[in-house]
């Protein structure tokens, strides 16, 4: 986990900043984020494990809850695994769903390829079944949420 992290820092600081002037900056900026320590990368195995992230183990849940500030979960599997793996309305908020029990702040990052999700506005998912039958399961389109973590 924090070799793939630390990987693409690097990766995104070492692109042509004439080409790619964005992404090379942020690239410095996370760079010096991990140097100073205001980012950490804390590898646990519950991230590989097929649980919903609700039944999060101590210490990690307790630790998570004191400790950090804002936790990224990214990827289909993990979005998957914040939903508990059901069927939610695509329109319930993020924060009903996953904000209320995550232990700290979270900021999801979705590729959708399964169909379930929340947090959705109904005119972009009615935008995106008219632009494209499989838009649930494709990759075509992904999601940002944001939720602040339960007791924050």
Do not use: I
């Not at 990987?7 to 964005?22: H, K, Q, R």
């Not at 924060?95 to 999700?117: I, N």
Request: with cysteine; net charge negative; proline share 4%.
């Amino acid at each position: 986990l924090e070799k793939d992290l630390l990987e693409t820092v690097e990766y995104y600081a070492d692109l042509d900043s004439g080409a790619f002037p964005n992404c090379q900056k942020a690239g410095e900026v996370w760079k010096g984020f991990l140097e100073k320590g205001q980012w950490k990368c804390n590898e646990d195995n519950f991230w590989v494990q097929p649980f919903a992230m609700w039944d999060m183990t101590e210490p990690l849940r307790t630790d998570m809850q004191q400790r950090c500030d804002l936790a990224f979960v990214k990827g289909d599997a993990n979005y998957r695994r914040l939903l508990g793996d059901r069927l939610w309305n695509y329109s319930d908020p993020f924060q009903d769903v996953v904000g209320c029990y995550f232990p700290c702040p979270v900021c999801a990052l979705r590729t959708l390829k399964a169909e379930l999700g929340c947090g959705m506005d109904a005119d972009q998912v009615e935008r995106a079944k008219s632009l494209d039958d499989n838009w649930l399961v494709n990759g075509r389109f992904g999601v940002v949420h944001f939720g602040t973590g339960a007791g924050k």
